[in-house]
């Protein structure tokens, strides 16, 4: 494919390499009602596990965008789907919890690396226009991925086992990651302004709501996505339905992913993210109380718009805020704060779930999602 050259093409490989890293952070929630089973675990332990899979994932996010911003961004993603593939295959062999814990732990690590890699480059290409929906259209190929990794986990878990799962899409990553990394070079990029940039203290205070933002916005995501398919077991469906209604919950947020992300162009961060916000901590509210699972499931999949739509205007908010050089290092350090802030909540979320019955995670997304309203209003700049 040559040197990157032109918009499409980097488009084209931040997407790419969004599918692979995302369905294999979510092939785990979609099997976790079976995972729970086999090793006996609690809703408290079972979220402990994801929290901590998203604690290795999240924290090193900030050291592969200061890495991004002095090394071959094209090379990084290669090697975190190496990393990724190699993780999951081992998973596919655990003998026991430890050893499932540890190999997730692993896939972490692997996953720290798309995220401010795959974000700084479609921006840093973007810088003079367009921005709000080239960011959209990569993020939903994250959220394709998702729906992906749902819709075909309910059929496969049957036929090949939930390790069977993690062996196919680690063959699939490492496969990803030998291509990408044989056929795309990334043209050289002047270090000047990364070497010398510094963060002043009024970029720091602006970011300061964005982050928080983002954090309550990652501990819904978190909440939504690892209890979801789990929630609609314990309220009678089988294991392929309620993976189906995961599944179309993503692809809506797909729809919104790009949606927003052209409003946000249109409309501006502000009110793109109050907006989108606010949707959810309705949606939450009403699945508080709802005891019909076709309602619930109707509901649920209608969170996808709003719940996934809300991170191209975040997004796009930090690109406007800072330079163009430490780019990847400023959404490594922003994905590294929030997303570790969100990590814990599946913990959290599992832990109340095993005292007030699983329907409680949705009164948590609700009390988050009003609360980024509240910030949003308040602290963003308009």
């Known amino acids: 494919m040559g040197n990157i050259r032109s918009d499409s093409r980097a488009v084209i490989v931040s997407s790419l390499a969004h599918f692979d890293n995302d369905v294999l952070i979510t092939v785990l929630p979609a099997v976790l009602p079976i995972v729970i089973g086999e090793f006996g675990l609690s809703y408290g332990i079972a979220g402990a596990t994801l929290t901590a899979f998203t604690l290795f994932l999240s924290l090193l996010q900030a050291f592969m965008g200061y890495m991004g911003d002095r090394m071959n961004r094209i090379l990084l993603l290669s090697l975190g789907l190496a990393t990724l593939g190699t993780a999951a295959i081992l998973t596919s062999f655990s003998g026991s919890y430890i050893q499932f814990l540890v190999f997730q732990c692993l896939l972490g690590v692997g996953a720290s ?17 367009r921005r709000g929906k080239a960011l959209g259209i990569v993020s939903a190929a994250g ?6 990794a749902f819709a075909t986990t309910g059929f496969l878990v049957l036929v090949i086992g939930w390790r069977g799962i993690f062996m196919f899409w680690g063959l699939l990553a490492l496969t990803s990651a030998s291509i990408l990394g044989l056929t795309m070079v990334e043209k050289k990029r002047s270090l000047t302004i990364t070497t010398r940039y510094r963060f002043d203290r009024k970029v720091i205070v602006r970011l300061i709501p964005v982050i928080i933002v983002m954090g309550l916005a990652s501990a819904c995501y978190r909440i939504v996505n690892s209890f979801t398919t789990t929630y609609l077991t314990t309220m009678g469906l089988d294991i392929k339905s309620a993976n189906i209604v995961t599944a179309f919950m993503f692809l809506l947020g797909v729809l919104g992913s790009i949606v927003v992300g052209v409003l946000t162009d249109r409309l501006g961060e502000r009110k793109s993210i109050l907006l989108t916000m606010a949707i959810l901590g309705a949606q939450s509210l009403i699945l508080t109380y709802a005891v019909n699972v076709y ?33 990847a290092f400023t959404y490594g350090v922003l994905f590294a704060i929030s997303q570790s802030f969100g990590s814990l909540f599946p913990f959290i979320s599992g832990a109340l779930a095993d005292v007030f019955g699983l329907q409680i995670i949705y009164t948590i997304v609700s009390i988050l999602s009003f609360t980024a309203v509240f910030v949003t209003y308040l602290m963003l700049k308009r």
């Open 113 to 129: 690396v798309y995220h401010p890699i795959g974000y700084s480059l479609t921006s840093d290409t973007f810088e003079l226009g």
């Open 143 to 148: 959220d394709i991925a998702l729906a992906a």
């Open 295 to 327: 309602l619930i499931s109707i509901i649920i999949i209608s969170m996808g718009f709003s719940m996934i739509g809300v991170w191209p205007p975040m997004y796009s908010a930090i690109a406007n805020l800072t330079k163009l050089g430490p780019r």
